[in-house]
C-alpha cells in the first residue's frame, strides 16, 4: 500500500494491534502511505501497544507543510497520539471530529491483569495534550474526544479547549488523576468547562477515587446495599447533576451530561443526568473495544 496512489481514497482504518518488535519498519511504511492520500476524509488509527514495544507512533514525518494534501479530513481518530506529530499542524479547514484516546481503554488496561499484561497505555499527560492542541487548527471542530492524565497543565488545557473550538458541541473527555490520592474538584472541572457555551452534550470519566469501578471482586459486594458498589451510582448521578447545574446558565443548549459507571457489568455505560429531568438513566455503551 506504501507503493500506490489511492487518489480517491476516502476512508482509512488502521486497527489490531502494532508489532510486538521493535523494527520501525511499519511506522516507515505508514508515513509514507498517507501522503499517496491526497482526498482523504476518514482516518482512524486505533491499534493496541504491545507492552514490549509500547512506543507512540507518529503518523507524519517532516515539516506539516510538506502534507497540505490531509486537509481534507473530516474526522480524525489516534490512540496513543505522539505529541510532538506533524499532522496535528496541519491546517483542518472541514474537520469536525477529533479524537485523542486509547485503545484498549486505560481503565480496562489497569483494572485487568490479562490485559495489563498484553498491552501498555501510554496516554497523554495534560501537559502533552495541552502542547497538542495549541497546534491544531480546526475552526469547525464539532466533536473533541480526549484521554489523559491530569498534571499542573490541567486548569490550562481544560481552558484551551473552550477557547480554540467556537463550535464545539460535543466533548468525550476521560481525565484519570496524577496519583491515588488525588481528590477530584469536579466542580471546578465544570467551572472551567461552562465556558464552552456551544455545548450540547458533555460526556465526563473523572476517574473518582471512590469509584470501586470494573473489578473482579465487586461482585461479592453487589448484596450489600451498604457497600460503595451498590452505593455508588448514586453518588455518581449527584455529581453529574452538580456538573449540570454548575454549566446550565452559560451553556444555553447543554442537554445533558454524562458520567462513566464502570462498577455495572461490562460494558461500561454512561450515565446520563439530562436537562428538565429528574432522574438519571444509562445509556451508550463506552467503546472500549
Not at 481503565?107 to 496516554?123: E, F, G, V
Not at 481552558?159 to 481528590?183: G, M, N, V, W
Amino acid at each position: 500500500m506504501a507503493e500506490v496512489d489511492w487518489p480517491a481514497l476516502h476512508d482509512l482504518y488502521f486497527g489490531g494491534s502494532f508489532p510486538h518488535t521493535a523494527d520501525g519498519s511499519f511506522t516507515t511504511y505508514l508515513q509514507s502511505m498517507l501522503p499517496r492520500m491526497p482526498d482523504l476524509r476518514h482516518l482512524v488509527a486505533m491499534a493496541a501497544l504491545p507492552r514490549a514495544n509500547g512506543i507512540r507512533c507518529c503518523l507524519l514525518t517532516g515539516d506539516a507543510s510538506a502534507h497540505s494534501m490531509l486537509e481534507n479530513l473530516r474526522s480524525l481518530v489516534v490512540a496513543y497520539p505522539h505529541p510532538s506529530d506533524p499532522i496535528f499542524a496541519i491546517p483542518f479547514p472541514n474537520l469536525t471530529h477529533l479524537s485523542l484516546r486509547d485503545w484498549p481503554r486505560h481503565y480496562d488496561i489497569k483494572a485487568q491483569i490479562d490485559l495489563r499484561s498484553l498491552w501498555t497505555s501510554p496516554i497523554l499527560s495534560a501537559t502533552e495534550a495541552l502542547s497538542l492542541l495549541q497546534r491544531v487548527r480546526a475552526p469547525h471542530l464539532k466533536t473533541l474526544e480526549l484521554v489523559y492524565s491530569a498534571d499542573e497543565a490541567d486548569t490550562d488545557l481544560l481552558a484551551l479547549i473552550a477557547q480554540s473550538f467556537p463550535k464545539l458541541r460535543h466533548l468525550i473527555l476521560h481525565r484519570y488523576r496524577r496519583s491515588a490520592d488525588e481528590t477530584v474538584d469536579h466542580r471546578a472541572i465544570a467551572r472551567t468547562l461552562s465556558r464552552i457555551s456551544t455545548l450540547v452534550t458533555l460526556q465526563l470519566h473523572l476517574d473518582f477515587a471512590e469509584d470501586p469501578g470494573k473489578y473482579r471482586t465487586a461482585d461479592r459486594y453487589l448484596d450489600d446495599p451498604a457497600s460503595d458498589v451498590c452505593q455508588w451510582p448514586d453518588r455518581l448521578a449527584q455529581y453529574g447533576w452538580d456538573i449540570l447545574g454548575a454549566m446550565a446558565e452559560t451553556c444555553p443548549l447543554l442537554e445533558g451530561v454524562a458520567l462513566l459507571r464502570r462498577d455495572a457489568v461490562p460494558p461500561s455505560l454512561w450515565l446520563w443526568m439530562l436537562r428538565g429531568r429528574q432522574e438519571a438513566f444509562c445509556a451508550w455503551i463506552d467503546a472500549n473495544w
